[in-house]
Protein backbone atom coordinates (compact mmCIF):
# COMPACT_ATOMS: atom_id res chain seq x y z
CA UNK A 1 0.00 0.00 0.00
CA UNK A 2 1.28 3.29 -0.67
CA UNK A 3 0.12 6.39 1.27
CA UNK A 4 0.30 10.23 1.08
CA UNK A 5 0.50 12.48 3.19
CA UNK A 6 -0.30 16.29 2.24
CA UNK A 7 -0.47 16.97 -1.52
CA UNK A 8 2.79 16.36 -3.03
CA UNK A 9 3.20 16.42 -7.28
CA UNK A 10 5.78 15.90 -9.20
CA UNK A 11 6.06 18.36 -12.54
CA UNK A 12 8.69 17.69 -15.17
CA UNK A 13 8.42 21.00 -16.27
CA UNK A 14 8.86 23.33 -13.75
CA UNK A 15 11.09 26.24 -14.55
CA UNK A 16 14.62 26.23 -12.72
CA UNK A 17 12.71 29.00 -9.90
CA UNK A 18 12.22 27.41 -7.00
CA UNK A 19 10.96 28.82 -3.45
CA UNK A 20 12.85 25.86 -1.49
CA UNK A 21 15.97 24.13 -1.66
CA UNK A 22 15.50 21.30 0.51
CA UNK A 23 18.57 18.40 0.70
CA UNK A 24 17.61 15.01 2.66
CA UNK A 25 20.45 12.39 3.51
CA UNK A 26 20.12 8.99 2.81
CA UNK A 27 21.94 6.86 5.51
CA UNK A 28 22.61 3.45 7.39
CA UNK A 29 24.62 0.50 6.24
CA UNK A 30 26.22 -0.88 3.53
CA UNK A 31 23.63 -3.06 1.81
CA UNK A 32 20.55 -1.73 3.66
CA UNK A 33 19.28 -0.23 -0.35
CA UNK A 34 19.60 3.11 0.09
CA UNK A 35 20.86 3.48 -3.84
CA UNK A 36 17.57 1.26 -4.56
CA UNK A 37 15.28 3.17 -2.38
CA UNK A 38 16.72 6.27 -3.81
CA UNK A 39 16.08 4.65 -8.01
CA UNK A 40 12.92 3.79 -6.90
CA UNK A 41 11.92 7.03 -5.62
CA UNK A 42 13.10 8.43 -8.66
CA UNK A 43 12.93 6.34 -11.55
CA UNK A 44 10.63 3.90 -10.55
CA UNK A 45 13.17 1.31 -10.78
CA UNK A 46 14.49 -1.55 -8.96
CA UNK A 47 18.01 -3.13 -9.63
CA UNK A 48 18.81 -6.33 -7.96
CA UNK A 49 23.06 -5.61 -8.72
CA UNK A 50 24.32 -4.54 -5.95
CA UNK A 51 27.08 -2.32 -6.60
CA UNK A 52 28.28 -0.28 -3.23
CA UNK A 53 28.20 3.64 -3.51
CA UNK A 54 31.64 5.20 -3.53
CA UNK A 55 31.20 8.67 -1.31
CA UNK A 56 28.54 10.25 -2.18
CA UNK A 57 26.10 10.49 -4.93
CA UNK A 58 22.76 12.65 -5.60
CA UNK A 59 19.66 12.64 -7.42
CA UNK A 60 17.14 15.81 -7.69
CA UNK A 61 13.19 15.27 -7.62
CA UNK A 62 11.09 18.96 -8.91
CA UNK A 63 7.92 18.76 -6.87
CA UNK A 64 5.13 21.18 -5.79
CA UNK A 65 4.24 20.90 -2.34
CA UNK A 66 0.96 21.95 -0.61
CA UNK A 67 0.58 22.58 2.92
CA UNK A 68 -1.42 19.64 4.57
CA UNK A 69 -4.37 21.98 6.00
CA UNK A 70 -3.98 25.17 3.42
CA UNK A 71 -6.05 24.94 0.29
CA UNK A 72 -5.48 28.56 -1.66
CA UNK A 73 -3.06 28.95 -4.57
CA UNK A 74 -0.61 30.75 -2.25
CA UNK A 75 0.23 27.52 -0.19
CA UNK A 76 1.67 26.00 -3.14
CA UNK A 77 5.33 26.03 -2.69
CA UNK A 78 7.68 24.65 -5.47
CA UNK A 79 10.59 22.30 -4.10
CA UNK A 80 13.36 21.43 -5.69
CA UNK A 81 14.69 18.69 -3.28
CA UNK A 82 18.27 17.28 -3.42
CA UNK A 83 18.44 13.38 -2.20
CA UNK A 84 22.04 12.44 -1.40
CA UNK A 85 22.98 9.19 -1.19
CA UNK A 86 26.08 8.58 0.87
CA UNK A 87 28.12 5.40 0.98
CA UNK A 88 27.29 2.84 3.96
CA UNK A 89 31.12 1.36 4.11
CA UNK A 90 33.09 2.25 7.24
CA UNK A 91 35.53 3.88 5.37
CA UNK A 92 34.41 6.09 3.64
CA UNK A 93 32.30 7.34 6.89
CA UNK A 94 34.80 11.03 7.35
CA UNK A 95 33.61 11.73 3.85
CA UNK A 96 29.98 11.37 4.33
CA UNK A 97 30.10 12.72 7.73
CA UNK A 98 31.00 16.21 5.77
CA UNK A 99 27.72 16.38 4.53
CA UNK A 100 25.53 15.54 7.78
CA UNK A 101 25.56 19.51 8.06
CA UNK A 102 23.82 20.36 4.94
CA UNK A 103 21.03 18.15 5.88
CA UNK A 104 17.93 19.17 6.39
CA UNK A 105 16.27 15.76 6.75
CA UNK A 106 17.57 12.42 7.05
CA UNK A 107 16.41 8.77 6.05
CA UNK A 108 18.01 6.32 8.38
CA UNK A 109 17.56 2.88 6.61
CA UNK A 110 18.48 -0.54 8.36
CA UNK A 111 17.36 -4.29 6.42
CA UNK A 112 14.18 -5.77 8.16
CA UNK A 113 16.36 -8.79 6.67
CA UNK A 114 19.14 -7.92 8.68
CA UNK A 115 19.56 -7.30 12.25
CA UNK A 116 23.08 -6.29 12.35
CA UNK A 117 22.18 -3.09 10.40
CA UNK A 118 19.45 -2.22 12.93
CA UNK A 119 21.52 -2.69 15.77
CA UNK A 120 23.50 0.34 14.18
CA UNK A 121 20.36 2.56 14.04
CA UNK A 122 21.13 3.67 17.58
CA UNK A 123 25.05 4.45 16.41
CA UNK A 124 23.84 6.13 12.97
CA UNK A 125 21.50 8.49 14.94
CA UNK A 126 24.09 9.52 17.04
CA UNK A 127 26.35 10.77 14.55
CA UNK A 128 23.33 12.48 12.95
CA UNK A 129 22.91 14.43 16.02
CA UNK A 130 26.54 15.41 16.05
CA UNK A 131 26.78 16.87 12.83
CA UNK A 132 23.26 18.02 12.17
CA UNK A 133 22.13 21.65 12.30
CA UNK A 134 19.93 20.89 15.32
CA UNK A 135 19.54 18.58 18.39
CA UNK A 136 16.24 17.20 17.22
CA UNK A 137 16.81 16.94 13.64
CA UNK A 138 13.55 15.58 11.48
CA UNK A 139 14.44 12.07 10.68
CA UNK A 140 12.09 8.89 9.71
CA UNK A 141 13.30 5.40 9.96
CA UNK A 142 13.25 3.15 7.48
CA UNK A 143 13.07 -0.75 7.41
CA UNK A 144 13.42 -1.51 4.06
CA UNK A 145 13.63 -4.99 2.28
CA UNK A 146 9.99 -5.88 3.66
CA UNK A 147 9.02 -7.59 0.77
CA UNK A 148 11.40 -10.29 1.87
CA UNK A 149 10.20 -13.48 4.34
CA UNK A 150 13.74 -13.83 5.75
CA UNK A 151 13.00 -11.07 8.26
CA UNK A 152 14.91 -10.48 11.29
CA UNK A 153 13.41 -7.57 12.07
CA UNK A 154 9.55 -7.57 13.48
CA UNK A 155 7.58 -4.44 12.95
CA UNK A 156 6.86 -4.06 17.06
CA UNK A 157 10.58 -3.98 17.71
CA UNK A 158 11.43 -1.35 15.15
CA UNK A 159 8.74 0.91 16.08
CA UNK A 160 9.56 0.10 19.80
CA UNK A 161 13.03 1.60 19.04
CA UNK A 162 11.00 4.76 16.87
CA UNK A 163 8.92 5.19 20.21
CA UNK A 164 11.75 5.52 22.56
CA UNK A 165 14.40 7.85 19.87
CA UNK A 166 11.37 9.76 18.79
CA UNK A 167 11.31 9.45 14.96
CA UNK A 168 8.79 8.32 12.74
CA UNK A 169 8.86 4.74 11.68
CA UNK A 170 7.76 3.59 8.21
CA UNK A 171 8.21 0.06 6.77
CA UNK A 172 9.28 0.24 2.93
CA UNK A 173 10.39 -1.96 -0.04
CA UNK A 174 12.66 -0.71 -2.95
CA UNK A 175 11.74 -4.02 -4.92
CA UNK A 176 8.17 -3.30 -5.19
CA UNK A 177 8.12 0.26 -4.72
CA UNK A 178 5.61 0.02 -1.32
CA UNK A 179 5.61 2.87 1.30
CA UNK A 180 8.80 4.81 -1.00
CA UNK A 181 7.23 7.61 -1.83
CA UNK A 182 5.30 7.65 1.44
CA UNK A 183 8.48 8.32 3.74
CA UNK A 184 9.83 10.85 1.58
CA UNK A 185 6.76 12.59 1.70
CA UNK A 186 6.62 12.22 5.62
CA UNK A 187 9.68 13.22 6.14
CA UNK A 188 9.14 16.53 3.63
CA UNK A 189 6.24 17.07 5.86
CA UNK A 190 7.95 17.35 9.02
CA UNK A 191 10.57 20.03 7.63
CA UNK A 192 8.25 22.01 5.45
CA UNK A 193 6.20 22.05 8.76
CA UNK A 194 9.66 23.20 10.65
CA UNK A 195 10.36 25.84 7.78
CA UNK A 196 7.07 27.00 7.67
CA UNK A 197 7.37 27.33 12.37
CA UNK A 198 10.51 28.94 11.92
CA UNK A 199 9.68 31.35 9.52
CA UNK A 200 6.55 32.52 11.64
CA UNK A 201 8.61 32.51 14.48
CA UNK A 202 11.11 35.03 12.84
CA UNK A 203 8.67 37.39 11.63
CA UNK A 204 6.92 37.48 14.67
CA UNK A 205 10.30 38.39 16.16
CA UNK A 206 11.22 41.10 13.38
CA UNK A 207 7.67 42.57 14.30
CA UNK A 208 8.29 42.98 17.64
CA UNK A 209 12.00 44.03 16.99
CA UNK A 210 10.89 46.77 14.76
CA UNK A 211 8.08 48.04 17.55
CA UNK A 212 10.87 48.07 20.22
CA UNK A 213 13.20 49.69 18.16
CA UNK A 214 11.04 52.76 17.89
CA UNK A 215 11.69 55.78 19.93
CA UNK A 216 9.44 55.16 23.36
CA UNK A 217 7.34 57.97 21.79
CA UNK A 218 6.88 56.54 18.52
CA UNK A 219 5.24 53.60 20.38
CA UNK A 220 2.60 55.75 22.37
CA UNK A 221 -1.09 55.85 21.37
CA UNK A 222 -2.07 58.63 19.64
CA UNK A 223 -3.50 60.26 22.32
CA UNK A 224 -0.72 59.54 24.30
CA UNK A 225 1.13 61.45 21.60
CA UNK A 226 -0.88 64.63 21.67
CA UNK A 227 -0.10 64.64 25.35
CA UNK A 228 3.42 64.32 25.04
CA UNK A 229 3.63 67.21 22.51
CA UNK A 230 1.36 69.63 24.42
CA UNK A 231 3.90 72.55 25.34
CA UNK A 232 2.46 72.84 28.43
P1 LIG B 1 25.97 1.06 0.02
O1 LIG B 1 25.97 1.88 -1.22
O2 LIG B 1 27.13 0.15 0.11
O3 LIG B 1 25.86 1.89 1.26
O4 LIG B 1 24.65 0.10 -0.02
P2 LIG B 1 23.15 0.55 -0.24
O5 LIG B 1 22.50 0.78 1.07
O6 LIG B 1 23.07 1.66 -1.21
O7 LIG B 1 22.49 -0.78 -0.87
P3 LIG B 1 21.90 -0.98 -2.34
O8 LIG B 1 20.78 -0.05 -2.58
O9 LIG B 1 22.99 -0.96 -3.32
O10 LIG B 1 21.25 -2.43 -2.20
C1 LIG B 1 22.00 -3.56 -1.74
C2 LIG B 1 21.35 -4.85 -2.21
O11 LIG B 1 20.06 -4.99 -1.62
C3 LIG B 1 21.13 -4.91 -3.72
O12 LIG B 1 21.46 -6.21 -4.16
C4 LIG B 1 19.67 -4.66 -3.90
O13 LIG B 1 19.14 -5.29 -5.05
C5 LIG B 1 19.07 -5.20 -2.60
N1 LIG B 1 17.86 -4.48 -2.20
C6 LIG B 1 17.73 -3.14 -1.97
N2 LIG B 1 16.49 -2.83 -1.59
C7 LIG B 1 15.79 -3.99 -1.59
C8 LIG B 1 14.44 -4.32 -1.27
O14 LIG B 1 13.59 -3.50 -0.91
N3 LIG B 1 14.09 -5.64 -1.37
C9 LIG B 1 14.98 -6.59 -1.73
N4 LIG B 1 14.54 -7.87 -1.80
N5 LIG B 1 16.27 -6.33 -2.04
C10 LIG B 1 16.66 -5.04 -1.96
MG1 LIG C 1 24.49 2.69 -2.26
Known sequence: MTRSLSKISGEDNLDTNYDFL???????????????????YTDKEFKQKFIATVGVDFRLKKLVYEFPEEDDEDSKKKIHLQLWDTAGQERYRSLTKAFFRDGMGFLL???LASENSFR???????????????DEPDIVLVGNKNDLDSREVT???AKKLADELK???????????????YAVNHLLDLVMKRMRDYVSHMEQEEGSASVSQQQPSQRLSPEAKEKSSCPC
Open 109 to 111: LFD
Open 120 to 134: SVRQWLDEIKEQAYS
Open 167 to 181: IAYVETSAATGENVE
Open 22 to 40: IKFLLLGDSGVGKTCFLHR
Open 155 to 157: TAE
